[in-house]
């Protein structure tokens, strides 16, 4: 059980710049789900892939943001244009139809200059 | 839509006293429950969820919650802290179908544990 990985887990950037992050989901989990977590709140929910298919973006998902998940495996999420408020930690998760529960992996933490 | 509150931000225990960490939450469905803990710049780790069944859910490191419905509560508990407890908790609540079950997370409760 090699568990949710996500890279890098850091990345510095100056404003204006585009990043792209990628995550690694439990082989056998369906779904994957970003999440945004800003200093001292709760994560944020982002989007959510049911296998290749992005099925739910929230508002705070701006068209600068994009993610996709090819094939159903990896996900990547890309922001263009970096402006200082993209500085956060990006979570990403997964999970099996069966169970509701959602794996966490490590986390991207984002600093734009 | 649904939300969760976390009634303090901060909350202090001595080793070995109680720990209860608060969570009202807010939901047009039938819930399910989850409490999650953050160590310091590290993802998010399950310590225990309430989908049906019995009301009383116990989790890992000793952690218990109570899924009361008619105070829309979900409290953690551990009878005695240790020092390793110190972390920042999250309560979360799904269950509305709507994007596979997505979280919304409270703002998160810091449990500091003194010696």
């Known amino acids: 059980d090699t568990g949710v990985s996500q890279n890098p887990r850091h990345k510095i950037t100056k404003r204006g710049q585009n990043v792209t992050f990628r995550c690694d989901p439990i082989s056998e989990h369906n779904r994957l789900y970003w999440y945004r977590q800003t200093l001292g709140q709760g994560p944020e929910f982002l989007t959510y892939?049911?296998?290749?298919?992005?099925?739910?973006k929230s508002r705070l998902l701006s068209d600068r943001f994009s993610a996709e998940r090819p094939k159903g495996s990896f996900s990547t999420l890309e922001i263009q244009r970096t402006e200082q408020g993209d500085s956060a930690m990006y979570l990403c998760?997964?999970?099996?139809?069966?169970?509701?529960?959602?794996?966490f992996g490590p986390g991207t933490r984002l600093t734009v200059l | 839509a649904q939300s969760v509150t976390q009634l303090g931000s901060h909350v202090s225990v001595s080793e070995g006293a109680l720990v209860l960490l608060r969570c009202n939450y807010s939901?047009?469905?039938?819930?399910?429950l989850f409490w999650y803990v953050q160590y310091p710049n590290q993802g998010l780790q399950l310590l225990l969820k309430?989908?049906?069944?019995?009301?009383l859910v116990k989790g890992i490191n000793g952690f218990e919650a109570e899924f009361k419905k008619s105070e829309t509560s979900f409290h953690l508990t551990k009878p005695s802290a240790h020092m390793s407890d110190a972390a920042e908790y999250f309560c979360a609540v799904s269950g509305d179908n709507n994007a596979g079950n997505m979280l919304t997370f409270g703002g998160g409760t810091r449990l500091m544990v003194k010696p």
């Open positions: 939901s047009s469905v039938p819930p399910y």
């Open positions: 892939f049911q296998n290749e298919a992005q099925l739910e």
């Open positions: 309430y989908t049906t069944g019995a009301t």
């Open positions: 998760a997964s999970s099996s139809d069966l169970y509701n529960e959602q794996f």
